[in-house]
């Protein structure tokens, strides 16, 4: 039986338009507390809000966006995205105080909410069923792609061009992509007057899709684990005199996901998410307990070989599977809740594993992560994991 086609010129598109959303969010990321300190002579305190405000603003861009996407449209909701974003990144040019700047990182990070939900949703829409992990493993390379890619690239603008060319280049990728998409064929949904009844007054299933929740809250789980890295690598790397080669960490993390992603996409589909998923929750603990214990460069750039085959393995995945569980018609409101829980999980992680810092060390801090993930195996089975079973199981019981 031959299998449906996946690399479709739509599919490309998206994927190439989500490759340069991600892109630009991490090329401002990573610049825009130097903006702040150097231009407003911000605390680092405030620097870091100016940072973190955003993510806020993205949760909450996401939160509207999963309950109206399929009412407004998926490639409208895509344009609005796209368009909000560009215009809140050429507004860092005319800020003039840190109020404006907090105002304007915020509305940014909400544009960005927008415009990734609708990317995810017409991606899971484009990807055939039969091919589903494989799929969503491909689309996903293209944020693992932009982290890696840009936050080298941004602190090397930063340090011999100046913060305003870093806003220069975002704005030409996102009108690059802002033109790109005219030319994506969007699939349409038909709705029944029943479920757009369904869709009017206020209700929590109208921001959430209930299906998706308890593999969400494992995606809260997994961001959690990854801000660990995300915020306190580069100062562990410091204190253990590893920073030279710790700038080669995400490198590897992402060769790694780049070899992986084509086998463990086709395994999900084959062999059903329990097959991938318990051993990604397991190296992903794993890469926590040898970065906890790294003392060498070869111990740290292991670490993040087993990052990337653990934790970008159940990055896709858990997204994949957030769309299997949910009735076609709400699938914008499933990738929605996915990525609400997990950026929340990423978005909360800094303030709270920061206690943990304080307490016990970054070494404690790795320890206390691996312990974590490692109990997520059975949060896994508990939520999601026993009701899923063996795909190759299921095809050889009898009827």
Same mark, same amino acid.
Request: aromatic share 16%; net charge positive.
């Given at each position: 039986?031959t299998?449906?086609?996946?690399w479709?010129k739509?599919?490309?598109?998206?994927?190439?338009?989500?490759?340069?959303?991600?892109?630009t969010?991490?090329?401002?990321m990573v610049t825009?507390?130097?903006?702040a300190?150097?231009?407003?002579?911000?605390t680092?305190?405030?620097?870091?809000l100016?940072?973190?405000i955003?993510?806020?603003g993205?949760?909450? +861009?996401?939160?509207?966006? %999963?309950?109206?996407?399929?009412?407004?449209?998926w490639?409208?909701?895509?344009?609005?995205?796209?368009i909000?974003?560009?215009i809140t990144?050429?507004l &860092?040019?005319?800020?003039n105080?840190?109020?404006t700047l907090?105002?304007?990182r915020f509305? $940014?990070?909400?544009?960005? %909410?927008?415009?990734?939900?609708?990317? +995810?949703?017409?991606?899971?829409?484009?990807i055939?069923?039969?091919?589903r992990?494989?799929?969503?493993?491909y &689309?996903?390379?293209?944020?693992?792609?932009?982290?890696a890619i840009?936050?080298?690239?941004?602190?090397?603008? !930063?340090q011999?061009?100046?913060?305003?060319? $870093? #806003?220069?280049?975002?704005?030409?990728?996102?009108?690059? !992509?802002?033109?790109?998409?005219?030319?994506? $064929?969007?699939?349409?949904?038909?709705f029944?007057k029943?479920?757009?009844?369904?869709?009017?007054?206020?209700?929590?299933?109208?921001?959430?899709e209930?299906?998706?929740?308890?593999?969400?809250?494992?995606?809260?789980?997994i961001?959690?684990?990854?801000s660990?890295?995300?915020?306190?690598?580069?100062?562990?790397?410091?204190?253990?005199?590893?920073v030279g080669?710790?700038?080669f960490?995400?490198?590897?993390y992402?060769?790694?996901?780049?070899?992986?992603?084509?086998?463990?996409?086709?395994?999900?589909?084959?062999?059903?998410?329990?097959f991938?998923?318990?051993?990604? #929750?397991?190296v992903?603990?794993?890469?926590?307990f040898?970065?906890?214990?790294?003392?060498?460069?070869?111990?740290l750039?292991?670490a993040?070989?087993?990052?990337?085959? +653990?934790y970008?393995?159940?990055?896709?995945s858990?997204?994949a599977?957030s769309?299997k569980? !949910?009735?076609?018609?709400r699938?914008g409101?499933?990738t929605s809740?996915?990525f609400?829980?997990?950026d929340g999980?990423?978005?909360?992680?800094? !303030?709270?594993?920061g206690?943990i810092?304080?307490l016990l060390?970054?070494r404690?801090?790795?320890m206390?992560?691996?312990?974590?993930?490692?109990?997520?195996?059975?949060f &896994?089975?508990?939520?999601h994991?026993?009701?899923a +079973? $063996?795909k190759?199981?299921?095809m050889?019981?009898?009827s």
């Amino acid at each position: 039986m031959t299998k449906p086609k996946l690399w479709t010129k739509d599919f490309f598109i998206v994927s190439t338009a989500n490759f340069f959303l991600y892109f630009t969010f991490y090329l401002l990321m990573v610049t825009i507390t130097n903006f702040a300190s150097e231009k407003f002579h911000a605390t680092p305190s405030a620097a870091g809000l100016a940072s973190g405000i955003f993510v806020i603003g993205m949760l909450i +861009g996401r939160l509207f966006t %999963g309950r109206s996407i399929d009412k407004t449209g998926w490639k409208k909701t895509l344009y609005i995205g796209f368009i909000f974003f560009l215009i809140t990144t050429g507004l &860092y040019f005319f800020v003039n105080n840190m109020t404006t700047l907090l105002i304007n990182r915020f509305l $940014n990070g909400a544009a960005m %909410g927008i415009a990734s939900t609708a990317t +995810g949703t017409i991606a899971a829409k484009i990807i055939p069923n039969e091919r589903r992990g494989e799929g969503t493993g491909y &689309y996903a390379l293209s944020v693992v792609l932009a982290a890696a890619i840009g936050p080298f690239l941004a602190m090397f603008l !930063s340090q011999y061009t100046g913060v305003s060319i $870093n #806003f220069v280049l975002c704005i030409l990728l996102l009108a690059f !992509s802002l033109i790109a998409i005219f030319f994506l $064929n969007v699939p349409t949904i038909q709705f029944t007057k029943e479920q757009l009844e369904e869709m009017k007054g206020f209700s929590l299933d109208h921001f959430f899709e209930v299906k998706a929740i308890p593999i969400s809250i494992m995606g809260a789980f997994i961001g959690l684990g990854y801000s660990s890295i995300l915020t306190f690598l580069s100062s562990y790397t410091n204190e253990i005199d590893l920073v030279g080669v710790g700038s080669f960490f995400f490198i590897v993390y992402a060769v790694l996901v780049l070899v992986s992603r084509p086998f463990t996409g086709r395994w999900f589909d084959v062999r059903g998410e329990n097959f991938v998923m318990y051993p990604s #929750f397991f190296v992903f603990a794993l890469a926590l307990f040898v970065l906890s214990q790294a003392q060498h460069g070869f111990t740290l750039l292991l670490a993040g070989a087993f990052v990337g085959l +653990g934790y970008g393995t159940l990055t896709s995945s858990g997204q994949a599977i957030s769309i299997k569980v !949910s009735p076609k018609e709400r699938m914008g409101l499933a990738t929605s809740t996915w990525f609400i829980f997990f950026d929340g999980g990423m978005g909360i992680g800094p !303030s709270i594993l920061g206690f943990i810092v304080l307490l016990l060390g970054y070494r404690g801090l790795y320890m206390t992560m691996a312990i974590v993930l490692f109990a997520c195996l059975f949060f &896994y089975y508990l939520l999601h994991g026993r009701k899923a +079973g $063996n795909k190759i199981q299921q095809m050889v019981q009898p009827s």
